[in-house]
Nanobody, 123 residues
Framework: QVQLMESGGGLVQPGGSLRLSCVAS????????MGWYRQASGKERELVAS???????NYADSVKGRFTISRDNAKNTVYLEMNSLKPEDTAVYYC?????????????????WGQGIQVTVSS
């Protein structure tokens, strides 16, 4: 019902920057929350940052002061600006969108995940 398209990952040197984008499309009536998670090799998926309606943001302690999440409601897009990247930021990053979707007969809640995008921080 909801499709997510992630972009912006890649290889960057320590101290560098990347900007991730995630565009949501489909039968979306209203988006209530958007976020980024990551999963490093051999570790569990963890929340990196999230933003809910009203613009309230939440960050993992490990990225506070370095990462900034933002959303463009008109474009159903969430961004993650990542600065001062460290090797420990290396992971697959996943976009998550929580929304109300509208089908022909009803409204229902939905939580969708992107396919993931690799971010590698290495010299």
């Amino acid at each position: 019902q909801v499709q997510l398209m992630e972009s912006g990952g890649g290889l960057v040197q320590p101290g560098g920057s990347l900007r991730l984008s995630c565009v949501a499309s489909g039968s979306i009536f209203r988006i209530s929350g958007m976020g980024w998670y990551r999963q490093a090799s051999g570790k569990e998926r963890e929340l990196v940052a999230s933003v809910v309606s009203g613009g309230i943001t939440n960050y993992a302690d490990s990225v506070k002061g370095r990462f900034t999440i933002s959303r463009d409601n008109a474009k159903n897009t969430v961004y993650l600006e990542m600065n001062s990247l460290k090797p420990e930021d290396t992971a697959v990053y996943y976009c998550n969108v929580v929304s109300i979707i509208k089908t022909t007969a009803k409204f229902s809640s939905d939580s969708s995940w992107g396919q993931g995008i690799q971010v590698t921080v290495s010299s």
